[in-house]
């Protein structure tokens, strides 16, 4: 089994790939399409800003690729962010892999960013078993839509996660979200 | 619901505990990683690592450590101590380290909160501050305590989050070591200031300051060292309690 995670220069590449890892599954860190085509699974990780993370994706052409794999893909935080139509954060146009989709802010008028363990809600798909407190830490959110598979509460509700046919994507960390993190991503690893 | 975060907190030299630990099944309480591991599993949310190392040597121990330990836990982790330029933050982020924090580095040159923003995300910048109650006023010190600023506080605190500090991590002198609660007056006035999670540090003993703090005050997170590293509060023992207290608790 071949987990790619994809290296555009946007932070938190080795403990998403030290998660996997504990799972006793090895992941490499690339950037090269071939070795991302050839994946049974990729992921999408990302810290940082919106702005400059996607014109990374597209110096590096990652843009063109990711919409078109076929194998399940995981986007993280700002990898879930991306994988959008657009975001607010530097008034960036995403992938549109979740078409229509648009991340806005927190209001300022509440603590941000939304940072800490927070619960899910109204789980579905690969997060239906999973309901206990996960890692966020964000200040851009989706709202809710048809393609939520998960919620949470911080303001108001929010998409905690996203599917679109082969497409995953979680606002939280679940690399960093314990033992319920790894479940999810044992869950993921099953969707073959 | 946002649960209220407890943070176990490790000073580090040369790559090793400091603070005498004396905790309980612990093989090598000097090894940081296998302490993180233990505080890991007991429920901690969060860790803290403080670099007190001087050294240029220590430095590089230091990153090996992170390394370490973000291959150990699944958990997010904050790194603080002589971290002066984007370079050093970037090297320990790129070793694991979830959040960097800064303190005396960040009032000598202010702009290094922006830069470290703008680089890495606000989420990634906590802004340490040691401030302790002279004549009325909340002085903010440097260097661990060693030298007094003509920073107030709160004046301080509000520039570092326009700044771009995503986090504060607070520590009052006065309380820290004192093991008689929380400074819960500027922690209130600290969190009608700004907009950003707080952590408050320094001044905890036992349980019901952790209980006092949260009900208190507005802050996200406590954070506290010997307590734990000595067994005299035991996090799950800590978690059951603060949740019959009506406290959101992971």
């Known amino acids: ?192 | 619901m946002l649960k209220k975060r407890i943070i176990p907190c490790l000073d580090i030299k040369n790559g090793r505990t400091v603070k005498g630990i004396n905790f309980e099944g612990l093989v090598d309480a000097g090894d940081p990683v296998e302490l993180a591991k233990v505080y890991s599993q007991n429920g901690a949310d969060e860790l803290v690592f403080l670099d007190i190392t001087a050294t240029h040597e220590g430095r590089k121990t230091m990153l090996e450590m992170v390394k370490n330990v973000a291959l150990s836990i699944n958990i997010p982790f904050t790194v603080g101590g002589g971290i002066s330029s984007v370079e050093d933050a970037a090297l320990l982020l790129k070793n694991g380290a979830d959040k960097i924090s800064v303190n005396s580095s960040a009032v000598k040159n202010p702009n290094l909160i922006k830069e470290l923003a703008q680089k890495f995300g606000n989420q990634c910048v906590v802004i340490a501050i040691d401030a302790k109650l002279i004549n009325d006023k909340w002085k903010v010190f440097l260097n661990g305590g060693r030298i007094e600023t003509d920073l107030e506080l709160f004046a301080w605190a509000k520039e570092a989050v326009n700044l771009g500090a995503g986090e504060i991590l607070f520590t009052s002198m006065d309380h820290d070591g004192t093991k008689n609660g929380f400074a819960i007056e500027a922690l209130k006035k600290m969190s009608e200031i700004v907009n950003v999670p707080i952590i408050a540090s320094g001044g905890c003993g036992n349980m019901q300051h952790f209980k006092d703090v949260f009900l208190e005050s507005k802050v996200d997170a406590s954070l506290a060292a010997s307590v734990f590293h000595f067994g005299e509060i035991k996090i799950p023992e800590l978690k059951t309690y603060l949740k019959t207290n009506k406290i959101e608790i992971r």
Request: charged share 25%; hydrophobic share 40%; glycine share 6%.
């Open chain 1, 1 to 192: 089994m071949k987990v790619t995670i994809i290296d555009y220069g946007a932070g938190n590449v080795f403990s998403v790939k030290a998660a996997f890892e504990r799972l006793g599954k090895n992941a490499i860190i690339s950037a090269d399409a071939e070795e991302i085509k050839s994946s049974d699974f990729v992921v999408f990780p990302g810290v940082g800003h919106a702005e400059d993370a996607m014109a990374q994706l597209k110096k590096s052409q990652i843009d063109l690729l990711l919409p078109n794999l076929k194998q399940p893909v995981m986007g993280i935080c700002l990898g879930m962010q991306l994988m959008c139509q657009h975001t607010e954060e530097g008034d960036t146009d995403g992938l549109g892999i979740f078409e229509d989709l648009k991340v806005i802010k927190f209001d300022p008028k509440y603590k941000v960013p939304h940072m800490g363990w927070n619960n899910l809600i109204d789980t579905k798909s690969i997060l239906e078993d999973v309901n206990e407190d996960v890692y966020f830490v964000h200040s851009y959110f989706a709202p809710i839509s048809k393609y939520t598979i998960a919620s949470c509460q911080y303001q108001e509700k929010f998409s905690a996660a996203l599917q679109k046919d082969n497409f995953f994507a979680c606002q939280f960390h679940p690399e960093k979200s314990g033992e319920v993190g790894s479940k999810i991503l044992t869950n993921f690893l099953k969707q073959i």
